[in-house]
Structures are given as structure tokens and as C-alpha cells.
């Protein structure tokens, strides 16, 4: 492998709860910090907290209008602005603004989710151009280890032109997605290990701030493929729903001719496909109306390059 990825240092630090409303880990802690922020003070910074979708907040729901974490396009940031347009996409630019490329952009962001899957603690990236946050999600595992949550490296890879989500405005991010846990309810189990794992993020990026220097590790990464949708009758309306057999299976490998979904009649739909998968967000429920049952990944071995710090500003893309 060749010289460690340099990057600059990570000093504008914020942490995003309530991206989705309803997801009450993060709107809990960030509502906590708001009003108590020592937790995130750091030697070499202090981070901010940030209610990202107040108003669904207040109305403990996903969103108001349209999900906000789809919302953080190029066509939506650009466009001008108009009374007609949805809560989301005015409250999108606002943080495009004060933490994304609209101002001098934060060097790196939290965003809280929830999932009603069985996903444990799944390190949610968008692309593997930035390895800062990969090096953080192997620091986030080493320290908490796996015994009280199993922790996922999950990648979306999405080109940063089409990118949509919120973690996206910021120079390097990570989200945070725990589960299972139930919308608009809070668990004590998934809410500590939240916050221990952001906690222990800040703790990366502290010492990272002060020169320490990350050495090059393989690691698994689960990649999206495809997602899902239940079968449907004629009129559009669900017709199967997840097999037993699969429910809560996140991250266990799907074989051809294993049971996917199952009919009131009690019909059995099998998986076809040639390679072994890996399910995710299996029976979410946020999911039902973006019809995606769950989402296929793949498993792959990667081998995650050095990490130092630097003043490289602008690192084009590691070796993969
Ligand atoms: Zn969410």
C-alpha cells in the first residue's frame, strides 16, 4: 500500500438528531446536548448539536412534507425558492448553509437514525473516496466491541453529484444507524450505546487532531445491490409479507431458494439468485412507502489505506 491518506484537521464537528422525527435515540441525545453540551467538548474542539427536522420532532413523525434525508440534491439546493415549496426543502437549504458547502463547510458530521430492523450498530458511509470515517467506524468497534450490539460497515456508494443524503454536506460524516428499535419510542439499550459510540467518535477525532496516525487495516464492508419490494396484487396493494424465517435476519446470508415472503394463504415465496446476499433493513417500517421490503448487499473485503494527519485538503480518492 502507498503513504498513508492525509487529511486536515477535523475542528467543526456537529451532531445531527432528528433527521427523522420519530427516531428518539438521536432526538433525545441531541436535545440532552443542547441544553448540556460538556459531553462534546474535546481538547482540540467542542462539537455542536443540532435538531436537523425540528418541527417532525415536535410532531414526533418521520417528516412533515417529504423526507429530509433525501432532500440535500443539487436540484433542490439550487433551486430558487418558493412559498409552495415542502417544509423539508427550505429546511434543507438552512442546513446546507450554516453547515454544508452554503458557508465554510463542517469538517465533519453525526447523523443519528434509528431503524425498526435488526441491524445493531450499522456504520452507515456513502463512499469509500473519504476514509476518515472508515478509520472511525474501526475505532468505534475496537473500543465498544460486539457484545452488547454487533457493529456493520455499510455502504451505499453514491456518487457525490447524486448524492441526496444529509451527512453528505459535510467534508467527511458518518451516520449512525441502531436498531431495532420501534419509532417514536426510546430504548434504554440502543439510546446508551448511541451515545457511547458518539462519544467514543469524538474521542477518534481528538486524537487524530493531535497527530496520531491510523494504520492500514482490511475490514468487511456490506455494499448495496438492490432493494426490495413485498409483492404486490393488481391494485398495487401488498400481497406477502416477510417470512418469518427472514425477519430479523439482517446481515445473515440469503441463499438461493431461502423464504423471503409469505402469503395469508401461506405460500411461501422463495429467493432466487445465483450468489449468496446479505439482507438489511428487512421489514422496516419507514420502508412501506418507499416500497422496499428490505435491501440486498454484498460482502467485500477491503483494504483500508493509512490514515495521518496532514494538510492535504483535497484527497482525490484512495486505492481500493
Ligand atoms: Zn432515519
Request: glycine share 6%; proline share 5%.
Amino acid at each position: 500500500m502507498g503513504s498513508p491518506v492525509q487529511y486536515s484537521p477535523v475542528s467543526r464537528v456537529v451532531i445531527f438528531g432528528g433527521t427523522h422525527g420519530n427516531e428518539m435515540s438521536g432526538v433525545t441525545l441531541v436535545k440532552h446536548w443542547i441544553k448540556n453540551p460538556s459531553e462534546l467538548r474535546r481538547k482540540t474542539f467542542t462539537a455542536e448539536a443540532c435538531l436537523a427536522n425540528p418541527l417532525a420532532v415536535e410532531r414526533c413523525v418521520r417528516y412533515i412534507d417529504t423526507d429530509l434525508n433525501r432532500c440535500l440534491s443539487e436540484a433542490v439546493l439550487s433551486a430558487p425558492e418558493s412559498e409552495s415549496d415542502p417544509y423539508e426543502f427550505k429546511r434543507a437549504r438552512e442546513l446546507n448553509q450554516k453547515y454544508g458547502s452554503g458557508s465554510s463547510q463542517f469538517d465533519f458530521i453525526f447523523d443519528l437514525h434509528n431503524t425498526t430492523s435488526n441491524m445493531g450498530a450499522t456504520f452507515l458511509r456513502c463512499s469509500n473516496d473519504e476514509i476518515l470515517s472508515e478509520h472511525m467506524a474501526n475505532y468505534l468497534k475496537s473500543r465498544s466491541g460486539s457484545q452488547i450490539m454487533p457493529c456493520y460497515n455499510f455502504l451505499i456508494d453514491v456518487p457525490k453529484k447524486d448524492n441526496v443524503y444529509l451527512q453528505n454536506i459535510g467534508k467527511h460524516s458518518l451516520c449512525l444507524e441502531l436498531g431495532p428499535q420501534p419509532h417514536g419510542l426510546t430504548r434504554a439499550d440502543v439510546l446508551t450505546r448511541m451515545r457511547e459510540l458518539v462519544n467514543y467518535g469524538l474521542d477518534f477525532l481528538d486524537l487524530f487532531n493531535q497527530g496520531k496516525e491510523f494504520p492500514s487495516f482490511d475490514t468487511d464492508q456490506y455494499r448495496v445491490l438492490s432493494r426490495v419490494d413485498y409483492p404486490r396484487d393488481s391494485a398495487g396493494e401488498i400481497s406477502a409479507f416477510i417470512h418469518s424465517g427472514l425477519q430479523d435476519k439482517d446481515y445473515v446470508p440469503l441463499k438461493n431458494e431461502d423464504p423471503i415472503f409469505t402469503t395469508l394463504d401461506g405460500e411461501d415465496l422463495l429467493y432466487e439468485g445465483d450468489k449468496v446476499v446479505y439482507p438489511t433493513f428487512i421489514n422496516e417500517a419507514a420502508y412501506y412507502e418507499k416500497k422496499v421490503a428490505f435491501t440486498l448487499t454484498e460482502k467485500v473485503r477491503w483494504k483500508v489505506p493509512a490514515l495521518k494527519l496532514g494538510t492535504l485538503a483535497d484527497y482525490q480518492g484512495c486505492p481500493n
